[in-house]
């Protein structure tokens, strides 16, 4: 089933399976171990309360020195990122219909304090592709709105399984996430939720 907003936000609820849930987990948390989960801070100076990683060639990071960037290494270990699942890559053919491949994923790790505040993406390229998210774990109180930050909003929860696509005129929307329902799954040990999302940073051929 895929839900479809005029605006170009189409939600695939459950489109993972429980299995296919814990495999992707399994393959994040493989990863993990050589890219750790670290608390990116922003250009302001303030550590943010999502600790990420990424996978693929390159990667969204920040600090108080450089601000917003994609870069091909960790800015912890200084090595390259480990590559996307090939899971994801198989869901982005099968759902972003985007003109080419992804070449970014962005892994986002909430605990139950955890908040991202209403921003739109645009540090990659080229708009044309779309972002394509899929959660893990506890469900999140996600916030979409228009493209200006004036524009209303809307909340729609994004659980674990759910797969969501945001492309056409919801590629530049603002959005962000107001909270997370910590202990509304046990998927993730310990508790919390991952939010993958695949991306086109840089150029495309
Ligand atoms: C709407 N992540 O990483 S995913 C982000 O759940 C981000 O971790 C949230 O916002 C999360 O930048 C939301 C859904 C999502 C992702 C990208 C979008 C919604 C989007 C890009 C444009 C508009
Ligand atoms: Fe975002």
């Known amino acids: 089933m895929s839900l479809v907003a005029e605006n170009g936000f189409r939600l695939l609820p ?32 303030k550590p943010m309360s999502v600790r990420m990683t990424n996978f ?23 090595e390259p990122w480990p590559d996307i699942p090939p899971a994801l890559l198989d869901l982005w053919r099968e759902a972003a219909d985007a003109p080419g491949p992804p070449d970014a994923c962005l892994v986002n790790l909430y605990d139950a304090q955890a908040r991202m505040s209403l921003h739109q993406d645009r540090d990659e390229r080229d708009f044309d592709y779309p972002v394509l ?17 004036r524009d209303p909003t809307r909340s729609v929860r994004l659980s674990s399984g759910d797969v969501c696509v945001l492309g056409g005129g919801a590629r530049l929307a603002f959005h962000g996430i107001d909270r997370v329902l910590s202990g509304s799954s046990q998927l993730v040990p310990g508790g919390g939720r991952i939010n993958l999302t695949l991306r086109r940073a840089g150029a495309s051929t």
């Open 56 to 78: 693929g060639p390159l990667g969204w990071v920040t600090d108080a020195q450089a601000g917003y960037r994609y870069q091909p290494t960790h800015p912890q270990t200084g």
């Open 133 to 149: 998210s899929v959660s893990l774990g506890d469900t999140a109180v996600f916030r979409i709105g228009g493209t200006s930050r």
């Open 14 to 45: 459950g489109r993972l399976d429980p299995a296919a849930q814990r495999d992707l987990l399994a393959e994040v948390m493989r990863r993990v171990e050589a890219a750790p989960f670290y608390r990116p801070v922003t250009p302001g100076g």
